[in-house]
């Protein structure tokens, strides 16, 4: 049986639709069975609706605080009763909530634990780096903290912006992120500390 995934996403979505076309095949293992986003009327949200994909809009706007919005978007996610979240161009925090509720990976345009948060690429440049990449990682309630399960290294070229470094790292997170969602939800994980396995083990923390 496929792995129930939900992808939460803010933005272009271009990594949802690798996710979505990998998916396609029933071989592959994970069925995405909903897309939720903080705001309306993003290319990424459109092209789910598009494709028949059940999506949710969670607006950070609409909610008194941010635990409030936090609860509303475990409940909304957990309406799709799913084995696996993926926050992939998600650009907000995700809290407590949604974190100690369902188990979550996220994808990040660096190789962590350099350059957390919002501006990782420009981060990366302005620092100079000559190597950066991709990681994804389990979520925790630290902003981009939890432990890693894949990374893939994307050299800065002379003469890069912001917006084609970014393109490159775009390539190989696409390719990075189903690959590991597949295997994930094939061969289920275990995580010792900060340290993630596939395949089921017979640890306390195996899912
Ligand atoms: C991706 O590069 C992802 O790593 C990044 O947003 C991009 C979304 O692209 N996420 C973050 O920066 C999270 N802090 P997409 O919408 O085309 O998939």
Known sequence: MSARVVVLI???GSNMAALMEAAKDPAYGAEIVAVGTDREGTRGVEAARAAGV???VVPFRSYSDRSAWDRAMSDRIAEHEPDLVVSAGFMRIL????VGRHQAVNIHPALLPSFPGAHAVRD???HGV???GTTIHFLDE???SGPIIDQVAVPVEDGDDESSLHERIKV???RMLVDTVGRLSREGWSI???HVRFGRTDTKENR
């Open 124 to 126: 990366a440049l302005a």
């Open 130 to 132: 000559r190597i950066t």
């Open 142 to 144: 630290g902003v981009d």
């Open 192 to 194: 010792d500390g900060r």
């Open 10 to 12: 803010s933005g272009t």
């Open 172 to 174: 190989v997170e696409r």
């Open 54 to 56: 059940p999506t949710f």
């Open 95 to 98: 809290g407590p909530a949604v």
